[in-house]
Structure formats: C-alpha cells, structure tokens
C-alpha cells in the first residue's frame, strides 16, 4: 500500500510482515511496534489531510522528542507534505522567520507555546503535541482510521531543514525522498546495520543527525531503538548491554567518560559507536578507546548533503579525520577553481544523490553554492592524505560549531551591537572539551561602560541558549587588516585558551 510514497515505501520495507516485532523501546513506558508506529503515522496523515495540508505544503513542527514526533513525520511525508523540524530552543522571534518564510500550512507546537506561535502564524492551522505525546493533532489522529499514502516521486520533497546564513538570515535546504532515502541505504550498507540491532536514539529529532540518520537507518534496517527524550548518562549506561550501537556528538562521549561506570564489560555487547555533528578531539578518541575497547567512528556530513564522509565500518578509523566519501558520493577539494594536490588544503565539494536541491525561496543563493553539474561548494576547509582519508581542518566561513548545533556569528553580533554600551562585536568559536566549540563575544564597550549584563539579557530573550555566548571579553579594540576586516583569526588565538588549555 505504501508502494507509490518513494521514502515511506522505504522506510517500511523491512518490518513488512514483522508488525508485532518491537521498534521502539522507552523508559517507564511501553513498546512501541512497527505495526503501531505506521499505523498511527497513518491516522496522523489523515488528521493533517484534514487540517488542509495538500502535497508540497509544509508542516512546521517545534516539539518535545516523542514516538508522537516520529509518527508525524512519517505522517506528514504520507500525506505529500513537506516535515520543516524547529529547534525545540528556538525563541518565538526565531519561530517568526521560518514561519513567515515557509508559510505552513499546519504549525504543530508545545500547549506551552500556543498563545506565541498564535501570534506569528495567524495564517496556518495550529495543532499541539506535549512531551507526554498528548495534545490536539494527537486527540485529531484518534478520530482517523488508515490512510493510503499519498503518491510522492523520489524528486518531490519530503523536507526542509534550516541551517544559518553567514549574513544571519537562516536559508531552508529543501531535501527530496531520493536524498533522504539513498542516504540513509547508503549508511545502513555501510555501516552494516541490520535487524539483529539495537540503536541507543538519544539525538534531538529537529535535526538531520537524529531524524534523518539515527531514525531513517533503523527503520530501514529494521532495527530496534532505544528511544531517549533526551541524553541521558544513566539511561545510555543501562541500555549498552543489550544495545549494539551508538550514534551521538561529541559530548555524548566527553561526558559518558566522566563517568566511572564506563567500561569494557559494559561496552562489551556494542559493535558500533557513531560521531559527528562536530568535530571530535583526538584525546576523547584515545580516552574512549581506552577505556572500551572500541574505537569511535566519526563521519562528516551537514544539513545540505545529509553524510557524505564516513571512516570505515571494517579497516582503520583514523582519529581526527572523517574517513572517505560514502558509496556513490564524490569529493573534490579545490582552491581559486582548480583542485589541489593530495595534502594541501582547499574548499571540500561534494556530489552525488545525497546532495540537496537547493535553498527555499533563494535561487541566487542556490546558485552561488549547488552548481550546474551538481557540485555543491560545503564552505568546510580540508585536506586528504595519500590514502584517500578526509581531515576537515576549518571553515571557509565563520560557521561555529556547538554541541553539534550551527551558530552564525553575525547573528549573535547584530543583537549585541544594540545594547546600550556596546560600541561593536565579534563572535566567535573556541576550542572546548564539552561541546566542540563554544560561542565567545569579544566586545568594545562605549567609554567606561560594561555591558556584559545587559547583553545576556537580550541575547536570553531572542536567541536559543545554545547561541549565547559562554564568555564575554570586553576590549579596547577589535584586531582589524589594512582594509579595516575584523580579523577573528587573530581573536581566535588570543582566547584558544580562555577554557583552559586543549578546551578544558
């Protein structure tokens, strides 16, 4: 029934016939089974269908991570619509944009959250979904009974994930069924998952690495999860010795190495664990490999191509690189137009199906980056030993990178310019042993003001967390070239170590 859906045909495949076997595991809660799972993606399909959404319409989604979530995702792609997942963090000033950009049809938000989004999306249907999996689009697919998919061809798009613009305006990558499903077979092949397995899920699902990854794979697979709200110390320690695998950033594995309870017996039914979303320090591969017994594989991949890189399943994970382009992708690594020798470093690109379709609404954009031939210039700095090994070394743009979360500094500067006291700013991203990087503001401040203050209050009121600034250093000036550019590279170094040394 689902054949003529291109990414929910596939994401069906394997549990065909296994309606009763278990999908997904949660704590304090019951099962949830294949069979349950698409059956009530189903009723969510004929609950949005109901609420006006029509192929290619958008279904704007800000929600707590529930099996409820993943049922309207799936839902929403069977009913031809069009998933966008916001960042549960995301103040209503940030909501506003990517409603006025995308203009959904359907907002699905926190009860908390219903008088603001109210407000900014007076032109879409609004339904709630809470933490518990309970709300209106819930009370609405009980009222349903099975949906037959609606007809999507691998070229149609299934979802639009933002990511940050180096000018601060968010641009929408909009990703077709074929990107999303050939992806995801791709990583299930390659990093043999199958149904024999059990994937910890403790990523959020309003990004490409928990939704796009962790969830399609599985289901591909066949596999099992065991679905966490969120990270979890305690919960991911009792679940290793019935799991197999692991898929997490890299402060999953800083912080699960604080903990004295981490080691090889407890390790010892896992095949797998999975990095990326940020770069992972070398020193917490050689800490996890000491103290499990297993090395970390890190892949490399962003909102536009989904993964692209990955260090092999079977043969060498070489700490601090990303390995080799996945099956069927191509890399290239090219400075001014022409491509670089083996070692020097230059602008990665990448092609193949994974590779988006390019922005929502900014074709100039779009061309700027996806070129003809299907090259897409990602903006990461690498370089590529003699045996095909790719190291990301930076970025071409000033991209901070977070807890596996994107950060444009302009967009945390053009907010900080505003508060009284503050003559300018720049933002940018420091080495640190829990999240990657972390966000530092360097400020000149007007006369003998300090406005430290009343710049975490602003930035509290109008940015996710995640984007306000762990440190803020007040200066007499902002190092500039001779064409007055603020050079970062120069702040960069000079608080390397404002964390401590290495990030700690």
């Excluded at 495949?13 to 993606?41: C, I, M, T, W, Y």
Aim: net charge negative.
């Amino acid at each position: 029934m689902y054949d003529g859906n291109y990414l929910i045909a596939r994401l069906r495949a394997a549990s065909l016939g296994r309606d009763q076997h278990v999908f997904a595991h949660r704590p304090n809660e019951n099962p949830v089974s294949f069979g349950a799972l698409f059956s009530k993606a189903e009723d969510m399909a004929a609950a949005l269908v109901g609420m006006g959404v029509q192929p290619g319409d958008r279904v704007a989604v800000q929600v707590e991570k529930t099996i409820e979530a993943i049922e309207l995702y799936l839902g929403t792609v069977m009913a031809g619509g069009v998933f966008l997942p916001l960042n549960t963090a995301y103040t209503t000033a940030e909501v506003a944009y990517f409603v006025e950009d995308a203009t959904p049809r359907v907002v699905v938000c926190d009860p908390v959250r219903l008088d603001d989004i109210r407000s900014i999306a007076q032109d879409a249907v609004i339904a709630t979904l809470d933490a518990a999996g309970e709300g209106s689009l819930v009370d609405a697919a009980a009222q349903q009974s099975g949906f037959e998919p609606v007809v999507r061809g691998q070229d149609d798009l299934a979802a639009i994930l933002y990511t940050s613009g180096t000018t601060g305006r968010s641009k929408g990558a909009m990703l077709s069924h074929d990107n999303l499903a050939s992806n995801s077979e791709v990583l299930k092949d390659y990093w043999d998952f199958g149904v024999q397995d059990v994937l910890i899920h403790a990523l959020p699902i309003f990004h490409t690495h928990g939704l796009f990854v962790a969830t399609n794979v599985a289901l591909l697979a066949g596999a099992q999860v065991v679905f966490l709200a969120k990270f979890d110390a305690d919960a991911i320690l009792d679940a290793m010795p019935r799991a197999t695998s692991l898929m997490g950033v890299p402060t999953f594995y800083t912080r699960l190495l604080e903990d004295s309870r981490l080691d090889r017996a407890r390790a010892q039914n896992m095949r797998l664990f999975i990095s990326g979303s940020a770069p992972l320090l070398v020193d917490t591969h050689v800490a996890w490999h000491a103290r499990t017994g297993h090395r970390i594989l890190e892949r490399y991949g962003m909102t536009e191509t989904n993964m692209s890189c990955s260090n092999p399943y079977d043969g060498a994970r070489r700490a601090g690189t990303v390995g080799f382009p996945l099956p069927g992708v191509e890399a290239r690594i090219r400075l001014k137009g022409e491509e670089v020798a083996a070692g020097e470093i230059g602008v990665l690109e990448v092609r193949g199906r994974n590779v988006f379709q390019g922005y929502w609404q900014m074709p100039e954009k779009t061309a700027e980056e996806l070129l003809p031939d299907g090259w897409f210039i990602t903006g990461d700095l690498a370089s590529v030993d003699s045996d095909g090994y790719v190291t990301i070394v930076g970025r071409d743009k000033d991209l901070i990178i977070t807890g596996g979360f994107n950060v444009y500094p302009k967009e945390v500067e053009s907010l900080i310019d505003e508060v009284a006291g503050v003559k300018e700013s720049a933002v940018i991203g420091i080495a640190h042993h829990d999240f990657g990087e972390a966000v530092v503001a360097v400020v000149v401040a007007e006369g003998d003001a300090d406005p430290r203050a009343a710049i975490l209050v602003v930035l509290a009121e109008n940015l996710a967390k995640f984007k306000q600034p762990k440190h803020i250093a007040l200066v007499a000036e902002l190092p500039r070239n001779t064409m007055g550019k603020v050079q970062k590279k120069a702040l960069r170094e000079s608080y390397a170590d404002v964390f401590g040394a290495g990030g700690h």
